[in-house]
């Protein structure tokens, strides 16, 4: 699906990525984790072709590099959640949303864009909110409209798509934490891929089918859950104590920081 290939990144000679390897196959999940600082949402950008890197050739989506895409085709292929978006945005929720829709029509919406819509709010539940100013609402529910917004650019009948989201259970309540993810879950189980920068690992050990964990610019391991999600690795990286035992519900690796 997607292919990095020693992806190094600087800016004003400052490193940030330093020769990361990765590749995301159709249907995966994969949790980017790793303390402040690691590299984790330049990462994004850059697999999100956000970020312009020396050597575009090190990056491949379904095997071409950005550059051989046409941006409509691009647009309907993968999307992105961003950490920051804009503060103030003068649109009621329902139009914030169907700004994702954008790259299906010129001036006027279709019935499929509007059913779109409808569907992605309902997923991360803005419907009771579609018809209320996007700037009225709480941090929680405008991150919702957001997610709404990214799964409706993607809802279209191409096989093996590709969703970027860099920290979206920021601001979410455990409730809507766990309806979030399930939806990615959703999404990558029809073949899709999901890539995810999330601080919370025992979400991210519930969730992905694999793990990146970085440090300083660096790739400090790349796995399935229990594979990473080792008690030495993970206190050398936060530089900070843990134990990990098995979730006694779902057997994934459950991870308790502290003493
Ligand atoms: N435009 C920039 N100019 C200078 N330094 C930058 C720039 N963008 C990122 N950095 C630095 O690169 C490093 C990686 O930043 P990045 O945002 O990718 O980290 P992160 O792992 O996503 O962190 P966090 O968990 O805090 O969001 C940080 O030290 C950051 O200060």
Redesign the pocket.
Known sequence: MIKGTNITYS??N?P?LNEINLTVEFGEFLAIV??????????LSVLANEISIVNPKDVLFKEKEFKQWNLKDLAHNKAKFS?HNPAEITLVVKDVVMMGRYPYFHSTPSQVDFLAVDESMSETDVTHLKDREYNTLSGGEKQRVHLARVLAQLKNDIHQKLMFLD?PLNNLDVKHQYKALQTLKDFTKKENSAIV?M?DLNLAAQFADRILL?KN?KVVSHGKPEEVFEEKTISDTYNFPCAICKHPLTKNPMIIFGN
């Open positions: 800016h004003k400052f940030i790793g303390p402040n600082g690691a590299g984790k949402s330049t990462l950490q920290e920068v601080h970085m610019g």
